[in-house]
């Protein structure tokens, strides 16, 4: 009967069948940080941008037919001649406007004092035009509203910004700051909410308390969900009032604009201005009124006018409750982190799933892609604002990047075990050709001369000190136990020999102890060792050594040594005894509940295993033993490895 060799196991199948222990804990590791970072905002700006991206790349949606954008050009203000525009040119303007009748006219223009000529004109607008709003500043650096105009028809017109300086929250209402010229105690609406409630209160809505939360505000059945500090990729933000984040409406005309000489001039055809929200501000660069947004598609990058950016947020709260337009929605923090989590691993799972490494990168790339499009689309649709960032990169890690570590990790390996078999093979070779031939002649010691002996036994010794050190230098520093007189263990090889060795090596210092030996009872057998890692067997053989040393530095006229290192069904055991008349170690006495250094470290390293440390001393000898389960206990949760 032939029998045929199994396949080569390649890399990556090594690496897709290796334990659970290693795939978990780096992958645990990875998510958990990616939770960290994500908690101390250090994701935030990468978040804001993709919010920002997938904004600006929604397809374009119509012009919102409800509002006009009357905008003041750097023309304008070179044909009146003047600059800020004087009140009786905004008279005008909006006595022209009037003509077609507004629904609601917004005039985004300070005007807490006069600017002559036309100032009595504008007041009596003012005073007269139920539809007619104007701002204030209340944040900071207060400026008052217009002193004609009554506090229902004003609204401040401060932006909410982020820590980079962009506008992606609109204020709803706030409570003014305690500095305030008028005090804190008067709760104020918007510029943008004041225009969008007037406007709504011609078809009977308005403003309510939430029914889902009483913070929100709600008109009919669009309730505004409340802005909070750690909502969507925000860590810590100012939430303070009432704020909404902003769904800018996409496309490169998301509303009519026209500028101020051509309504003056009766060039707007009436039904642009009729039963629209009006609102007039400034559209010229040299006048600075602008505010910065990455999510508007804007002639000038990342620079939107005040009045547009007003415009966006009104028509965002009318197409909400008119036309059920989404608004930009979060999960609540424990699902977006559970997302986070579950992608996290997800990206650990694929090394077990996919066999091939091609189809493998294909696959992580391909998901990768699908998380991302996803997000996008889901935010395009349905407005909701998922953690890209932070998921994408924790399956990257875990999907990629350690997956590498691991290759590397297991090439090296494979490259020292070649190494390795290299160095033994070329032993192997010396030592059936050259070294068989020194040693007949070193069996004809009487035919050759003193000389010629030394030299040969030289030779010899050299030869195997060369095999020694090479074998010694292949070995990871991780996998290396240095003992006296330059000998080196590797620690890979089965527990029993390992301990067999630093026996060996011990048993050769010259300790005053050992001399006095007779006897020896030696008994080393294999132990169940699956579950110790390269520290613990390192210090099962340092345990060892120093058990060894004590029986050399203390024993008193000891004849018999007894070492035994061996396993039962259930432990474990290292025992060493001796017969010694005995004496109390230095480290006993001072601590008898604890022991001294040596003690601690054997106790420490017994509870690190689950197992027991004893230390018997009595006038016929000393007897020291550590006792661990052959199978240490895991949690309940802690996946089995493959076999």
């Known amino acids: 009967m032939t029998h045929s060799s199994p396949p080569p196991v390649t890399l990556w199948q090594r690496l897709s ?76 303007l909006i006595t022209e406007l009037q003509r077609h009748d507004p629904q609601v006219i917004g005039l985004d223009l300070f005007r807490d004092l006069p600017i002559q000529p036309g100032s009595d004109q504008l007041n009596q607008l003012m005073a007269e035009s139920p539809e007619l709003f104007g701002i204030e500043k209340v944040l900071s650096s207060a400026i008052a509203p217009p002193p004609a105009l009554p506090e229902a028809r004003v609204g401040f017109n401060d932006f909410a910004l982020d820590d980079d300086g962009f506008v992606r929250r609109a204020f709803l209402g706030v409570f003014p700051p305690p500095a305030h010229p008028e ?75 026209v500028s101020l000489s051509a309504v003056l001039a009766g060039e707007v055809p009436p039904d642009l201005i009729s039963d629209r929200v009006v609102l007039i501000g400034v559209t010229s660069l040299g006048q600075k009124d602008l505010v910065n947004s990455a999510a508007v598609n804007t002639l000038n990058p990342g620079l939107v006018y005040g009045v547009e950016m007003h415009a966006h947020i009104t028509s965002q709260i009318l197409s909400t409750v008119l036309d059920d337009r989404p608004q930009i929605n979060v999960w609540p ?79 090296l390996r494979s490259r020292i075990a070649a190494r390795q078999r290299v160095i033994e093979e070329t032993y192997d070779a010396i030592h059936n050709g050259p070294l068989q031939s020194l040693a007949l002649l070193l069996k004809q010691k009487e035919e050759l001369s003193p000389t010629v002996q030394a030299q040969l036994a030289d ?46 090596a011990t048993l050769k210092r010259d300790f005053p102890g050992f001399a006095t030996l007779k006897f020896q009872v030696v008994k080393f057998e294999p132990m169940q060792e699956a579950s110790l890692s390269a520290d613990d067997r390192r210090a099962l053989c340092r345990l060892l050594e120093e058990m060894l040393c004590n029986v ?45 250094r040596g003690t601690q470290q054997a106790q420490a390293l017994a509870q690190r295993l689950g197992g027991t440390y004893e230390r018997e001393f009595t006038p016929t000898g000393t007897h020291c033993e550590l006792r661990w389960p052959t199978q240490r206990p895991r949690p309940r949760w802690w996946p089995r490895s493959r076999s």
């Open 17 to 92: 069948q290796a334990s659970w222990q290693r795939r978990v804990v780096p992958g645990l590791t990875v998510i958990v940080l990616m939770v960290v970072l994500r908690l101390l905002g250090v994701f935030q700006e990468l978040e804001w941008a993709a919010l920002d991206s997938f904004l600006r790349w929604r397809p374009a949606e119509p012009t919102d037919d409800r509002l006009l954008i009357v905008g003041i050009t750097e023309a304008d203000i070179q044909q009146v001649g003047t600059y800020p525009i004087p009140d009786g040119v905004l008279a005008a």
């Open 183 to 257: 005090g804190p105690e008067r709760f104020r609406f918007s510029f943008p909410f004041v225009l969008a409630e007037a406007y709504l209160a011609q078809d009977n809505l308005y403003l309510e308390n939430g029914r889902r939360h009483r913070d929100n505000m709600r008109f009919g059945t669009a309730e505004f969900w409340r802005f909070r500090p750690n909502d969507g990729g925000y860590a810590g933000a100012d939430a303070s009032g009432v704020q909404m984040l902003i769904n800018v409406r996409s496309g490169p005309t998301p509303f009519t604009m």
């Open 333 to 411: 923090n424990p699902w977006e982190y559970l997302w986070i989590i579950a992608w996290g691993a997800i990206g650990m799972l694929l090394v077990g799933l996919i066999a091939r490494p091609a189809w493998y990168l294909l696959g992580v790339g391909l998901i990768g892609l699908g998380l991302f499009v996803s997000s996008y689309v889901v935010l395009w649709l349905g407005g909701w604002w998922l953690p890209v960032m932070p998921t994408l990169i924790a399956f990257t890690l875990n999907g990629l990047v350690l997956p590498g570590f691991y290759l590397y990790d297991q090439t």
């Open 459 to 504: 030779l010899n010794q050299e030869l195997r000190t060369v095999y020694n050190r090479l074998q010694q230098e292949s070995l990871p520093a991780e996998e290396q136990l240095p003992l006296g007189g330059g000998k080196v263990i590797d620690l890979r090889d089965e527990l029993h020999e390992v301990l067999y060795e630093v026996y060996i």
């Open 552 to 596: 050399g530095k203390h024993a008193i006229e000891a004849k018999r040594l007894t070492i035994a290192c061996y396993a039962t069904e259930t432990d474990n055991i290292i025992r060493v005894a001796d017969n010694g008349k005995g004496q109390p170690l230095p480290d006993t006495a001072p601590t008898p509940t604890t022991g001294g």
